[in-house]
């Protein structure tokens, strides 16, 4: 039997996504931080660097850097290697942006901290239009 935690947040880009998770607890800079052709972070320092986020959910605490976010998340949707969807903690103007040019769901503003609950590997829905998030634990799969 596989349980489901369920996540309540608020939309910032509407739509339907589902997939594996790719989390982490450092804040992603959008230009110099990814390389949009593969959708790999590229960060020196960065705690996933050299892993691609393309068609995973991205959890992340936010946005670092400068403006740079939209144009590079917005290559990203048009070389198919955006990520399916995010969840992210601090709304800032620089990833409201990129998340629209994105195009993928995105969400914020939880009832829990989605790094808390969420895993790398766990399977999660995103619906934002109705601001709800699934996780399904990668071991109750």
């Not at 996540?7 to 230009?31: H, I, Y």
């Not at 399916?84 to 629209?100: E, P, S, Y």
């Amino acid at each position: 039997m596989t349980s489901t935690t369920v996540l309540r947040g608020r939309k910032v880009v509407g739509g339907v996504a589902e997939g594996e998770a790719l989390v982490t607890r450092d804040r992603v800079s959008g230009w110099g931080g990814i390389d949009p052709r593969t959708g790999t972070i590229i960060e020196t320092r960065h705690e996933l660097r050299g892993v691609s986020f393309a068609g995973k959910v991205l959890v992340f605490p936010g946005a670092k850097g400068s403006s740079g976010w939209s144009n590079q998340f917005h290559l990203t949707r048009l070389l198919g290697t955006a990520p399916a969807a995010m969840l992210f903690n601090d709304m800032t103007t620089k990833i409201a942006l990129g998340a629209v040019v994105t195009r993928a769901p995105a969400m914020t503003d939880f009832d829990q901290d989605p790094l808390g609950l969420i895993e790398t590997g766990d399977w999660v829905k995103v619906d934002a239009d109705r601001g709800v998030v699934e996780i399904t634990k990668r071991g109750n799969r």
